[in-house]
């Protein structure tokens, strides 16, 4: 009987979920791993932040690449001055959203070297997607602009 009740006890408190602490820890480990470290360095280098720059400009601003690189400078510089609220906004979220388990596989998947290779190569994959689509975007925002401004003015 002590068997079955031992047994029965072992298998609640495996179903139980878990508690915020071993959530958070997984969520310190998971943003903390040296390739989530150095996607959010690349995101927030200065070289990034003049690419983005200079995508979010209109055709006719016409800037000089030094303008453009001063202007990534002072960017990443303020990023990184945030880098710290995100990276609470990133814990606060995955806390949120994922669960103990969800978390285990994406630290066992980044932890491989597949996983970390993969998580390189997002960040200059969402920078050629961006920059293959924003030209797109923004000329759809500037061909709907007439119709915007209608009904903000209705």
Known sequence: MRRFVFAAALALTAALPATADELENLVDQYVNLPSNQSMLDSMLSPEM????IAM???PEANLSDDKI???GDLMAGKMQELRPDMVEAMKTAMVAHFTTEELEALLEFYQKDAGASAMSKMQPYMADFTAQIMPKFSAMQQQMLPEIIAIIEE
Do not use: H, I
Request: net charge positive; charged share 10%.
């Open 49 to 52: 932040m003049a690419q983005q």
């Open 56 to 58: 979010s400009m209109p």
């Open 69 to 71: 690189a001063r202007l």
